[in-house]
């Protein structure tokens, strides 16, 4: 088998500058696709997934700073390597702008097509490059994970079994206190494990959805049902508001529970004994800055009367092993994996996940779902 021809998005506004170049790279191992403005190519990027994105800066309403900030941003965009053209002379500043923003590559006008096809090629390697250490990263971490869980799975099953003993011969309080921290040693850790399996096929792109359309409020019932517990140890009030009349969401159900969990778990950390956590879900339209059309969602947050965070550090959260300073203020230990984990999750439904907060007033997370189809429609 022959090496697979790459798909070039050009982005320019002259239609006659797409022409030209078209005209050169037809006889050339490329395919090229054409957008004439920044949202035109946030579409065709998203939709035809090109191996490369040739991206010109100045264009009108939408310039190619802005379509590469949004580029990078949208979960299935960020990763394409983007080529940026400059002006006929060579200018530092937007090179060096446009490298912060997160291109690649750069070229100045007029194009020479065969630097153009040979810096495709590099790049073209160097993410095939990076996409096999990420599998085998993400090989070896499932592969780890799953041998330390079986033994672990193994110890627990007994503490368990013991722990259903009453108390009494050959075991005392003491005994059974002793026990008892074992356990919960061998529950945090397991679930430390279950979480880096999680990330890590994830992060590699393999998360199986089984989708189904359904009432969001069975899957908030649930995970409200089984976090009342720890809630009520810790005396924190735990509430839920539900707008009336909601369409159903268009989810996998046991992933957003997941997601509900983690934060329902974040807020409990965070807020003292006499606190309240809410849990809200209500309709919500968001406007596509591609395409500029509505989407109907839902919004679901969880907002706690705890610590609060700082402004400066609500874009740390959801990165893997960070954690913000009123984590540590509260001597609250972590990894950070489980907000990652609930990004990831988000996203792969199509949907998005913000915080906002400010220390001593509270934190409050919020995430969109995507509703039925047959709830669009009506």
Avoid at 65 to 89: D, G, W, Y
Wanted: hydrophobic share 40%; glycine share 6%.
């Amino acid at each position: 088998m022959g090496e697979q021809i790459p798909t070039l998005l050009v982005v320019d506004d002259t239609e006659d500058n797409l022409d030209l170049l078209e005209f050169a790279l037809k006889r050339k191992p490329v395919k090229m696709l054409r957008a004439t403005s920044g949202k035109e190519c946030l579409t065709i990027a998203k939709e035809e997934q090109p191996n490369i994105i040739l991206l010109d800066i100045l264009m009108p309403e939408m310039d190619g700073f802005e379509t590469l900030k949004r580029l990078r941003a949208h979960p299935s965009t960020n990763r394409i390597p983007v080529i940026f053209l400059t002006a006929q002379k060579k200018d530092p500043l937007s090179i060096e702008k446009g490298l912060e923003l997160g291109a690649d590559e750069y070229l100045t006008k007029p194009i020479d097509t065969e630097e153009l096809l040979v810096r495709t090629r590099v790049l073209l390697r160097m993410k095939q490059a990076e996409e096999e250490l990420e599998r085998t990263k993400a090989d070896f971490m499932a592969m780890l994970v799953h041998d330390l869980r079986s033994p672990l799975s193994g110890i627990k099953a007994v503490l368990d079994f013991i722990s259903e003993l009453s108390v009494g011969a050959p075991f005392n309080a003491e005994h059974f206190e002793l026990l008892t921290s074992a356990k919960a040693s061998a529950d945090k850790t397991l679930a430390l494990i279950n979480d880096l399996l999680d990330l890590s096929k994830y992060e590699a792109g393999n998360i199986s959805l089984e989708i189904e359309s359904l009432p969001l409020r069975l899957v908030v019932d649930t995970v409200v049902t089984q976090m009342t517990p720890q809630y009520r140890k810790k005396n924190v009030a735990l509430s839920i508001e539900c707008a009336p009349g909601l369409p159903d969401a268009n989810i996998d159900p046991a992933k957003t529970g997941q997601v509900l969990m983690n934060l329902l778990s974040n807020a409990l950390k965070f807020t003292e004994s006499g606190g309240t956590v809410t849990v809200r879900a209500e309709s919500h339209t968001q406007l596509s800055e591609a395409t500029n059309e509505v989407r109907k969602t839902i919004l679901v947050s969880v907002s706690d009367t705890g610590i609060g965070i700082k402004p400066e550090e609500r874009v740390l959260v959801f990165e893997r092993y960070k954690q913000a300073s009123s984590a540590k203020a509260a001597k609250q230990k972590g990894t950070g994996l489980g907000l990652a984990i609930c990004k990831l999750i988000v996203e792969a439904h199509g949907g998005a996940i913000t915080v906002d907060g400010e220390p001593g007033k509270g934190t409050t997370f919020r995430f969109t779902v995507p509703i039925a189809e047959t709830s669009q429609k009506t």
